[in-house]
């Protein structure tokens, strides 16, 4: 299993007239973060500057693999609150434009499609077209895309919205199981619950402020608070 | 190399969504065909559709020719009287009224509706033809009757000419005669006044002789009369001798008182008789005289018959004139003869020689096998394949501009919001392959209907198309290219669907009446007309027209084809930066 350390320093990112400042967090390998925030609060907006979307005003973003770093676009998995797919294409045919994009051997991608179908169980699926999947079956194809060429860093945003319960349970156990693998996960959610009890870190924008986990804790402690929906209504 | 791979899976990817969406389908490809169609359908080729016209005229005007001549083209309505005719033009039911009128000449006077110009001049010119027509068959009538009438008039110079000539002889015998006449008098003449002066001479000897008779006489009868005296004394001597001797006294004196009597008579006589000879010879100088100025008389009066006669012999040169005139009339009427009525009535010819004409490909021939000879004709070789042909190119560049715009507009822009769009953006070095996969989707699917409409220029319609692959290749991939990245351009600028198709129509509606369809470019003012000829759909019709009616050699289309590519670069230049500007 790789080390990988993930670090982001004094960031400061901004969309139309709104910023968010001072972003400090750092995640290892195997650690989840629960972003969680209001909507409009700039959750996709931090997403979208740590996958290198949007250039950050200041600030640093490190990544680094078995002490070495390396850039962060050539290994994050970012899947988008919308499925980022092509629509009128199949799965498979999904599968492997993304994986010949993202400079696989048509072999790699054939074994990392045969694994992902089968954990994310699509495999009767494949030849449908997205806009045949239904959400939940769009969702797990947009994830098994994400992941497809093996990303050290998953993101997702928001991936939870409109899935019933049981899927919703089903995802956060593969995204879990992804974090055993060493993963780094990174979750934007409004499920608080879910994030609190799944994510070990957890980081909270509030007008135009990053929280990180530590600071969430204290911040938590200082006002005797148990969970974060009571964080959230304060 | 890494930069391709990422493409060609992007054009597959951009491709299959195309296909799979029937909506774009329909709209980019099947509506395209549709309207193209249609668009080459509503060029009949049986030609134009009758346009109603109105026709006044009076009772005695003969329309019937001219009714007959228009009906090709034009349907004609009579009517009574020109109002009639007009409240139907201003109801849009006629294009014109010809109001025909006649008192010693024809008067059409032709009112047409000028708020439909297109169709107008049309009918205008029909009218016109028509009437120079029937202008010029009346011409060649009317000529070929004084043509008739000219034919006779030789047969009169001929008259004249003879009449001439018999008078040219005998004023040459008249002359003559004269001149020998006046030779003959002159040389009479002279005989005469020789005579004259002869007599004269003779005359005066006579009178001289006449004269010395006179003197001798006198000296004779005074010598005789002397001699008498001295008888006379001699008989006085006898007598006074008494008789005897007296008697022969008396008997001497009585004798030469006798031979003195004698004397005297005969002096008197002799006298009487010179008087009367110079009398005589008087009378003979006095006819003398008289002949000499009758003579004179006469050799004045010769000499004026003389200077009658030059002047005869001048006059002739007259009717020699005339006659030469004469034959210069009549040569004129022989020229005048060789004039054909066609010659007057249509004396300058205007030949319009087209530059070019279609070949007749024998295949196409063997398909109309079972039409009308003039009707493959017509079809062939005819004004309806002539008019699709040299308006084809600008209608394939104006299909290709609205094709490959609208096409790259919808491409690009269901590319900008795919959702895929989100995780495309999150792999590394995805500028230039999104850009070319965009690129090369639009022109591959603006590609299926323009082969069509090139397919259907080169078999239906006999253009040069596939002889000429590779160049009408390269313009079109050109031509393609700068519209599909018009269309990205807008796309990229925008990147609102609702926003970039308004804009994209008036866009399209822009370059349409810059590509000089709608208003000819010569047509233009001179700044309009500059834009419009550097505008790349009117640069490639340019260098198509050359290519395909002229088969001009790749040389003469350099220019064309390098500013296409001039404008391509600097297009994708600008495409690129605003991608770029526009984070896309």
Redesign the interface.
């Known amino acids: 299993m790789e080390n990988i350390y993930f670090k982001v320093s004094n960031l400061t990112t901004s969309y139309k007239d709104f910023s968010i400042k001072e972003i400090d967090f750092d995640l290892s390998s195997g650690d989840m973060l629960g972003l969680i925030g209001k909507s409009g609060s700039g959750k996709s907006t931090l997403i979208k500057t740590v996958?290198?979307?949007k250039k950050p005003k200041t600030g640093t973003i490190s990544f680094y693999i078995n002490d070495k770093k390396v850039?962060v676009?050539?290994n994050?998995g970012?899947?988008?609150q919308?499925?980022?797919?092509?629509?009128?294409?199949t799965l498979k045919?999904?599968i492997?434009?993304?994986g010949?994009?993202?400079?696989l051997k048509k072999s790699e991608i054939l074994e990392r499609k045969r694994i992902l179908l089968a954990k994310f169980k699509l495999e009767n699926d494949e030849n449908k077209?997205i806009v045949e999947f239904s959400g939940g079956m769009a969702k797990r194809a947009d994830i098994i895309?994400?992941l497809l060429h093996n990303p050290a860093i998953i993101i997702l945003d928001e991936p939870f919205n409109g899935l019933d319960f049981m899927l919703t349970r089903f995802l956060w156990e593969q995204i879990k199981d992804l974090a055993k693998e060493g993963k780094i996960i990174i979750v934007s959610s409004h499920f608080l619950t879910a994030i609190q009890k799944n994510c070990n870190k957890i980081g909270f924008i509030s007008e135009g402020h990053f929280y990180n986990h530590n600071e969430m804790l204290a911040r938590m402690k200082q006002r005797n608070l148990s969970s974060l929906q009571e964080l959230f209504v304060e | 190399m890494?930069k391709i791979?990422?493409t060609?899976?992007?054009v597959?990817?951009s491709l299959?969504?195309f296909v799979?969406?029937w909506k774009s389908v329909c709209m980019l490809l099947l509506l395209p065909l549709l309207i193209i169609g249609s668009f080459f359908a509503s060029f009949s080729t049986s030609g134009l559709q009758k346009i109603p016209v109105g026709i006044i005229s009076q009772q005695d005007v003969e329309l019937e020719e001219f009714e007959n001549l228009l009906s090709g083209i034009l349907i004609t309505n009579k009517f009574d009287t020109l109002e009639d005719c007009m409240e139907e033009l201003r109801k849009y039911n006629q294009y014109a009224c010809i109001d025909v009128k006649k008192d010693r000449t024809y008067r059409i006077e032709m009112n047409y509706d000028n708020t439909r110009t297109l169709v107008i001049w049309g009918i205008i010119n029909q009218v016109k033809s028509t009437i120079d027509y029937i202008k010029k068959q009346k011409t060649i009538e009317v000529t070929s009757k004084i043509l008739e009438q000219v034919e006779t008039g030789p047969q009169y110079i001929d008259e004249i000419q003879n009449d001439l000539a018999a008078l040219d002889n005998a004023l040459t015998v008249q002359t003559r005669n004269i001149d020998n006449s006046v030779q003959i008098i002159n040389s009479g003449l002279i005989s005469i006044e020789t005579g004259l002066d002869s007599l004269n001479t003779r005359v005066s000897n006579i009178n001289s002789k006449v004269y010395s008779l006179g003197s001798d006489k006198v000296v004779y009868s005074n010598s005789i009369k002397s001699s008498l005296n001295t008888i006379d004394g001699y008989g006085n001597q006898l007598i006074a001798l008494g008789p005897p001797s007296s008697q022969y006294g008396t008997s001497v004196k009585s004798n030469t008182n006798l031979i003195k009597s004698n004397i005297n008579n005969y002096d008197s006589k002799v006298d009487s008789a010179a008087n009367n000879i110079l009398l005589e010879t008087n009378q003979i100088s006095l006819v003398e005289n008289t002949m000499d100025s009758s003579s004179s008389e006469i050799r004045r009066k010769v000499s004026e018959i003389q200077s009658i006669n030059w002047d005869l012999k001048n006059k002739k040169t007259y009717v020699g004139q005339a006659r030469d005139d004469l034959d210069i009339l009549e040569e004129y009427f022989s020229k005048i003869e060789g004039i054909s009525p066609e010659e007057v009535a249509d004396p300058i010819k205007l030949s319009f020689q087209p530059t070019y004409l279609p070949d007749i490909n024998p295949d196409i021939i063997r398909r109309f096998q079972d039409k009308e000879q003039d009707e493959i004709t017509r079809l062939i070789k005819g004004e309806t394949l002539l008019s699709f042909q040299v308006i084809f190119p600008k209608i394939l560049l104006l299909i290709v501009m609205f094709i490959s715009l609208l096409t790259s507009s919808f491409v690009c822009l269901n590319y900008i919001k795919?959702?895929?769009?989100?995780?495309?953006?999150?792999?590394?070095g995805?500028f230039f392959?999104s850009f070319f996969s965009i690129y090369i989707a639009s022109s591959l699917i603006t590609l299926i209907p323009i082969v069509a409409v090139v397919l259907l220029g080169n078999f239906l319609f006999l253009l040069p198309f596939v002889e000429n692959l590779w160049i009408v290749c390269l313009i079109l991939i050109l031509t393609i290219s700068i519209n599909v990245l018009l269309g990205m351009g807008v796309s990229y600028l925008i990147k609102d669907k609702t926003l970039t198709l308004l804009v994209s129509i008036f866009m399209l509606l822009f370059l349409l009446f810059f590509s000089g369809f709608i208003l000819p470019i010569e047509r233009m003012g001179a700044s309009p007309a500059k834009i419009a000829t550097n505008f790349p759909g009117n640069i490639g019709t340019d260098a198509l027209n050359k290519l395909l009616f002229y088969d001009q050699p790749f040389s003469s289309l350099k220019i064309n084809i390098i500013s296409l590519m001039i404008i391509l670069f600097l297009l994708c230049s600008l495409i690129l930066f605003i991608k770029k500007i526009r984070e896309i």
């Not at chain 1, 919308?82 to 294409?89: C, Q, Y």
């Not at chain 2, 795919?418 to 590394?428: D, G, M, N, V």
Request: charged share 25%.
């Open positions: 996958i290198g979307l850039p676009e050539n994050v970012y899947s988008s919308e499925n980022s797919l092509f629509p009128f294409l045919e999904n492997m434009v993304y010949k994009l993202m400079g077209k895309v994400t | 890494r791979t990422k060609i899976p992007l597959s990817a299959k969504e799979r969406n795919s959702p895929a769009t989100a995780r495309l953006k999150t792999i590394k995805m392959p």
